[in-house]
């Protein structure tokens, strides 16, 4: 089993749709995006799919300090994020979450892949952690907070007044 992370400079429509076809229930489910702070009404899949996919084309597009990230599992495309750098800390703003080839998501639980996430991060961008913003309450909030490893890293949270916590992986060793 190997992990590849790839630094995207463009966005192959068919990964980007399998792996927004393979999120979206889990999106609505869980609650985990806030849509309201893109638009008063209710919007459609395909306008939430719309403004996934502008986000990530902007990652392209917005210069050395933000970067579109594709990993894959044995070949097979299980995630898409965006990062961007502030203050020494990559901010890792949307993510798209699949399967692997087995049609599992137990990746989700392998240090492998936060490890390769940590070396991808820190060198592209010389951080010292990452953030992620995530509904607080919903199963990714509890996802992230449950992935400390003090030997690699610490896991802290802020929880912002507009339903949005910030998970911070602090890197501290190996």
């Known amino acids: 089993m190997s992990y590849t992370i790839e630094d995207l400079t463009t966005i192959d429509d068919a990964v980007f749709?399998?792996?927004w076809d393979a999120s979206f229930p889990r999106i609505e489910s869980g609650a985990t995006m806030l849509w309201?702070?893109?638009?008063?009404?209710?919007?459609?899949?395909?306008e939430k799919k719309g403004i996934i996919k502008n986000?990530?084309?902007?990652?392209?597009?917005?210069?050395?300090?933000?970067?579109?990230?594709?990993?894959?599992?044995?070949?097979?495309?299980?995630?898409?994020?965006?990062?961007s750098v502030f203050d020494s800390v990559a901010v890792c703003h949307y993510t798209l979450y699949g399967p692997d080839a087995d049609g599992s998501r137990s990746w989700l639980y392998d240090g492998e892949v936060l490890r390769q996430t940590r070396d991808q991060l820190t060198s592209d961008f010389d951080v010292t952690g990452h953030t992620i913003h995530v509904?607080?309450?919903?199963?990714?909030?509890?996802?992230?907070?449950?992935?400390?490893?003090?030997?690699e890293h610490s896991v802290s949270e802020t929880q912002g007044n507009d339903g949005i916590s910030i998970i911070?992986?602090?890197?501290t060793g190996e």
Do not use: V
């Open 55 to 83: 986000i990530f084309t902007m990652a392209l597009e917005s210069g050395p300090d933000s970067k579109l990230y594709l990993c894959r599992k044995d070949g097979t495309p299980i995630r898409m994020f965006n990062a």
């Open 168 to 171: 911070t992986f602090t890197y």
């Open 36 to 46: 309201r702070k893109y638009d008063a009404k209710p919007l459609t899949s395909d």
């Open 135 to 151: 509904a607080t309450g919903s199963p990714m909030h509890t996802y992230y907070l449950s992935r400390g490893n003090e030997r």
């Open 17 to 19: 749709d399998a792996l």
